[in-house]
């Protein structure tokens, strides 16, 4: 009889959970499920179904049993990221299965720092990864990446491959977070500074003239870049749908001013945007605050 080949095993698939549900996460949902030979599921607080028919929602009790490869964390802030990384069952997942644990949140470097040992005792892979881009670089999958991991792991790689463009490697545990945390900052006040000049060229300008210079801002000199990117958010006046929401910004300036001391362009931007959170609301778009105050 002449034998049978038998067939190449299956590759072993590989688990990957996703943890918080926003802006973010909803847009890389899609670039994770391209990987071959994986599975994709979500843990959310708030969603009742799961938004994708392709990744199942879970709860985090049922984490232990699903065995995952990589956990991927993207939460508000400090206290939520807390409370996930804490919970009994979740820190039962990481200890039984040792997995690669990849922390995209902005939080403060303190518990950045706390996070690494906290996953590094239970056994896992801590990848502490803040990312930029908001929801035009999740949805292309080129965000951009701030991080540090103690070693290197395919598993990390494969992942990150699939919704970062850039990835810039810091060798400390959290060096990404207090870079983050500064480069939001700086963002902000840049964001806020071109309101500021975006109104006063509406009020000396006239129509025709006033176009001819917003061409000239969103092509030449320094501010090109973030004019290119958020003045015709700002001349559409539409908070709604927030690419970053203004309640965000305003804990990422909180965090630079609790890190940086008492900072004269930071305390002005705080202030700024807390006005448009109060005339537009916590889930404004963060150019909100170009916005003209409300009387």
Known sequence: MTPVALPAPCPATMNIVVAGYGVITSSI????????????????????????????????????????DVVIGCFADDEHARGFWHHEQVAE???????VCIELSTISPGWAEQWHGHIDAMGGLPVECPVTGSRPGATAGTLTAFLHTPRPDERTDRVLGTFTGHRYHFTRPGA??????????????????????????????????????????????????????????????????????????????????AL????????????????????????????????PEAS
Request: avoid cysteine.
């Open 29 to 68: 949902l899609p670039h994770l499920l391209t990987l071959l030979d994986t599975s994709v599921s979500i843990v959310s607080r708030h969603l009742t179904a799961s938004p994708n028919p392709a990744v199942p929602l879970l709860h985090a009790g049922q984490l232990p049993g699903l065995r995952p």
């Open 93 to 99: 997942a990481v200890t039984r299965s040792a997995p």
């Open 176 to 257: 990404p977070a207090r870079f983050k945390v500064i480069f939001n900052a700086w963002g902000a006040t840049e964001l806020y500074a071109l309101g500021v000049f975006a109104r006063a060229l509406r009020a000396h300008l006239d129509e025709d003239n006033y176009a001819t210079a917003a061409r000239a801002i969103t092509h030449e000199g320094w501010m090109q870049t973030i004019a290119a990117a958020k003045l015709g958010r700002i001349e559409s006046a539409d908070y709604s749908d927030p690419d970053f929401a203004v309640r965000h910004i305003l804990k990422d300036l909180r965090l630079a001013d």
């Open 260 to 291: 940086l001391g008492s900072a004269p362009l930071i305390e002005a931007a705080i202030d700024a945007f807390s006005r448009a959170e109060k005339d537009h609301g916590p889930w404004a778009d963060f150019t909100a605050v170009a916005a």
